[in-house]
């Protein structure tokens, strides 16, 4: 018996095939549609696979043979041969069985492998639509963070009033105050008094009265006990000596010198040097019996200049000890010692700090160490006290002088200079 197996198309295509091949007298075992092996079969239509018999030439005349001498063989023979045929078609459609179930398994493994496949690309593909959306979502929080952040920061604009900047809105008489280091506040009450000035005066005018309003000099007598106090590094110990050169030396008075100083290394030496070369009484006080003492030891001086420690406006422990000496020397004659070169904000600390001390009028010193005079207006009009001197160097005892209220307003201007 002949079996093959034909892959084709269609059935018509079989047939033809079949006929050709085995002849017309060919069976048609079985038929059954399958894909082409590998990954391509995936994605092609599906083959018709189609399994045909047919009895040899051999079978056939041995089948003839047999029919010829029939009678003369007995009935087992023709069953032993039909058997035997019967027993090849058996065996041929149970190859095709195993076939058909051998190439289910096959398919099987394959549509796994193709769902796998799927699932991994499908996978894939997920894990990847799940990485853009989470870039596009961290995109966008990082945009709306930073215009967040934008929204937060203060605005870098000039303050603007009519469409220009305040800074270029400023007037003449506010550039000259401002030039000349006087505080804003300051400037700001300034304007307002010349804003309320209704007479016919020119601005520049109206401000110097104003200035000269503001600034209260006063000449004090200097007689007496004289204390100086104020913060280290003002220059309190050279304001001393000056008006003991101007007393003792331009006055002629008799003039005794004080020291409390004794914290600072070489103050003692330095106000003693002074008294040696003016020849002035000169005593150190270390407590409070010290000061009894050398009050009492220069009685008989016109004029007794107490010079004290420096102390800072903050602790007010020291300041409250530096009390009890200026009210053991029992005096109203005191003096804040203040330097044109402390910052505003620093000047209005110390004058507030040292109120408790009960100054009744204000040296300021180093205004040969500066180029602009608007720090004497912010000091007096912070402590609301007048000025009696200023100092203006080094030497002694030239260089200290009491400044009337004009020459104070034209320095503050920039009109004229000191030195």
Same mark, same amino acid.
């Given at each position: 018996?002949?079996?093959? *197996?034909?892959? =084709? ?5 079989? #047939? ?15 038929? *059954?549609?399958?894909?082409? &092996? ?38 087992? $023979? ?7 045929? +019967?027993?090849?078609?058996?065996? =041929?459609?149970?190859? /095709?069985? /195993? ?40 995109? /966008? ?17 000039? &303050?603007?009033?009519?469409?220009? &900047? ?7 008489? /506010?550039?000259?105050?401002? @030039? ?10 300034? #304007? #307002?008094?010349?804003?309320? @000035? ?82 002035? &009484? ?34 007010? #422990? ?11 020397? @029992? ?13 505003? *904000? ?8 040292? *109120? +408790? ?21 912010? +000091?007096? $009009? ?19 002088? $009491?400044?009337?209220?004009?020459? +104070? ?11």
């Amino acid at each position: 018996m002949i079996i093959k *197996r034909y892959i =084709v198309n269609t059935m018509n295509e079989a #047939m033809t095939r079949i006929r050709y091949e085995l002849g017309r007298d060919a069976v048609i075992i079985s038929q *059954r549609k399958i894909r082409k &092996p590998g990954i391509k079969g995936f994605f092609s239509a599906k083959s018709i696979e189609v399994t045909a018999a047919v009895e040899n030439e051999v079978n056939e005349k041995k089948q003839n043979t047999v029919n010829d001498n029939i009678d003369s063989r007995n009935s087992n $023979e023709l069953n032993n041969i039909e058997l035997n045929s +019967i027993e090849a078609i058996k065996k =041929v459609v149970q190859q /095709e069985n /195993e076939n058909i179930n051998h190439s289910r398994v096959v398919q099987k493994q394959n549509s796994s492998v193709h769902k796998v496949s799927k699932q991994s690309d499908n996978n894939s593909e997920n894990l990847m639509s799940e990485m853009m959306e989470m870039k596009t979502m961290i995109s /966008e929080l990082s945009l709306e963070r930073k215009l967040s952040f934008e929204r937060e920061l203060p605005k870098k604009r000039e &303050p603007v009033i009519a469409g220009k &900047p305040i800074e270029n809105q400023k007037s003449d008489i /506010e550039k000259i105050l401002f @030039d000349n280091d006087v505080d804003s506040e300051n400037i700001k009450n300034i #304007m #307002m008094k010349i804003k309320n @000035d209704k007479t016919e005066k020119t601005d520049l005018e109206k401000l110097k009265i104003i200035l000269k309003e503001m600034i209260h000099v006063t000449k004090p007598k200097l007689e007496g006990r004289i204390v100086l106090v104020g913060p280290t590094g003002v220059g309190k110990t050279t304001t001393i000596a000056k008006l003991a050169g101007r007393l003792a030396l331009a006055e002629g008075k008799k003039v005794g010198l004080i020291t409390v100083d004794t914290y600072r290394i070489g103050a003692v030496e330095q106000l003693k040097t002074y008294a040696d070369i003016m020849n002035l &009484p000169f005593k150190v006080v270390y407590n409070m019996n010290d000061m009894d003492k050398a009050i009492e030891s220069m009685s008989e001086c016109e004029v007794v200049l107490i010079d004290t420690t420096g102390r800072s406006s903050k602790n007010k #422990m020291q300041i409250a000890e530096l009390r009890t000496f200026v009210e053991k020397a @029992d005096t109203k004659d005191i003096h804040l010692v203040l330097s044109s070169t402390t910052k505003n *904000r620093d000047m209005k600390y110390i004058i507030e700090g040292y *109120r +408790i001390l009960n100054y009744n009028s204000i040296i300021v010193t180093k205004l040969d160490e500066t180029a602009t005079y608007g720090s004497i207006l912010n +000091i007096l $009009e912070t402590a609301k006290i007048p000025l009696s001197f200023v100092s203006i160097g080094q030497n002694v005892p030239d260089d200290i002088k $009491e400044l009337s209220a004009d020459s +104070i307003v034209k320095l503050i201007l920039g009109e004229d200079t000191i030195c």
